[in-house]
């Protein structure tokens, strides 16, 4: 499932910070690029990914065996904002652990994934009253 926020229907340049791995902004990329309406190359959304090897094991700092992330992750999100950055989307939920420090020093929105999934399970079925999100031990 992707649900994707068009912030009062302007056209954004969306940036992602690399915060798990390879595989989890590989797999939402390919998400924006099948669902954006596009017929050409050109009519696709500007997206640029950080791929930052430095920013340091979150679960480790998470429980209590690393060194934080948190300063790695903000710096990402800083470079990415000065480059031009409309929305930041993090594609992890551990990242979401850190979700209040990045939004607190950048001035653009920052897609907060488990809120926006919240958001679409209540609009989509409205007559659900609980739903419940799988994860291993490092999510909960």
């Not at 649900?3 to 998400?31: A, C, Q, T």
């Not at 999100?77 to 420090?101: Q, R, S, W």
Request: charged share 25%; net charge negative; glycine share 6%.
């Amino acid at each position: 499932m992707c649900y994707i926020h068009n912030f009062g229907g302007e056209n954004y340049e969306i940036r992602y910070i690399r915060w798990n791995g390879s595989h989890g902004y590989i797999r939402l990329f390919k998400k924006v690029i099948d669902l954006t309406h596009a017929t050409k190359d050109q009519e696709h959304i500007h997206v640029l990914i950080d791929n930052n090897t430095e920013i340091p094991d979150r679960t480790n700092f998470i429980l209590n065996h690393g060194e934080d992330p948190g300063r790695e992750m903000i710096r990402s999100a800083i470079k990415l904002e000065m480059m031009g950055a409309d929305v930041l989307a993090m594609p992890c939920n551990t990242a979401h652990y850190f979700y209040g420090d990045i939004d607190a020093f950048t001035d653009i929105p920052v897609i907060h994934m488990i809120d926006e999934t919240a958001k679409y399970v209540l609009d989509k079925m409205p007559e659900k009253k609980k739903f419940s999100s799988l994860s291993n031990y490092r999510h909960i």
